[in-house]
T-cell receptor, first 113, second 115 residues
Framework: QKEVEQDPGPLSVPEGAIVSLNCTYS??????FMWYRQYSRKGPELLMY????GNKEDGRFTAQVDKSSKYISLFIRDSQPSDSATYLC?????????????FGAGTQVVVTP | DAGVTQSPTHLIKTRGQQVTLRCSPK?????VSWYQQALGQGPQFIFQ???????QRGNFPDRFSGHQFPNYSSELNVNALLLGDSALYLC??????????????FGPGTRLLVL
């Protein structure tokens, strides 16, 4: 079993819809949780990171962490075709280990006009 | 301000050969991490360099080695290439400030194909 599980998709939604992405993990020692966006033939780009359980909002993006269930989510409101990309969740044990991130396999998102 | 740059962009090698990939970190960054991303998978951590030393290492064999230079740029070397080494190799840079590590910035990657 992988430490971080993520549905690969693809997830297809119409423009303006809410995109809902999630990851589950098995190691309860993970403390820091990130979401990256990766466009085709590009490196990952950090969207959000959270530390504690709860919600964190940044513009159209909301990240949720439920440590008791070992489950994290990312919601994208008012989705745009430019949001079409692969979304990767990642997590680390400590801030000192931010270099050693454990990634999910990524979910491909397609937003259709 | 230049971001993370990597060279070459693409590379084709045959089994058993050796390869060297290069990375220049974002201006002001002093820490470089390397990742391997197989097709359809998330990146897997190879190792991290800080102050010219390997600081952390993932579950990769000794065929994977690296180096960091005084100007913070870094190289990833892979010896005795296997078909399974075909992947996108990503470099990420960050600034280490005590226990707080700034956001990692990823480069575009080097796509390696082993035949």
């Amino acid at each position: 079993q992988k430490e971080v599980e993520q549905d690969p998709g693809p997830l297809s939604v119409p423009e303006g819809a809410i995109v809902s992405l999630n990851c589950t993990y098995s190691n309860s020692a993970f403390q820091y949780f990130m979401w990256y966006r990766q466009y085709s033939r590009k490196g990952p780009e950090l969207l959000m990171y959270t530390y504690s359980s709860g919600n964190k909002e940044d513009g159209r993006f909301t990240a949720q962490v439920d440590k008791s269930s070992k489950y994290i989510s990312l919601f994208i409101r008012d989705s745009q075709p430019s949001d079409s990309a692969t979304y990767l969740c990642a997590m680390s044990l400590t801030t000192d280990s931010w270099g050693k991130l454990q990634f999910g396999a990524g979910t491909q998102v397609v937003v259709t006009p | 301000d230049a971001g993370v740059t990597q060279s070459p962009t693409h590379l084709i090698k045959t089994r058993g050969q050796q390869v060297t990939l290069r990375c220049s970190p974002k201006s002001g960054h002093d820490t470089v991490s390397w990742y391997q991303q197989a097709l359809g998978q998330g990146p897997q951590f190879i190792f991290q360099y800080y102050e010219e030393e390997e600081r952390q290492r993932g579950n990769f064999p000794d065929r994977f080695s690296g180096h960091q230079f005084p100007n913070y740029s870094s190289e990833l070397n892979v010896n005795a290439l296997l078909l399974g080494d075909s992947a996108l190799y990503l470099c990420a840079s960050s600034l280490y400030e005590g226990v707080v590590v700034e956001t990692q910035y990823f480069g575009p990657g080097t796509r390696l194909l082993v035949l």
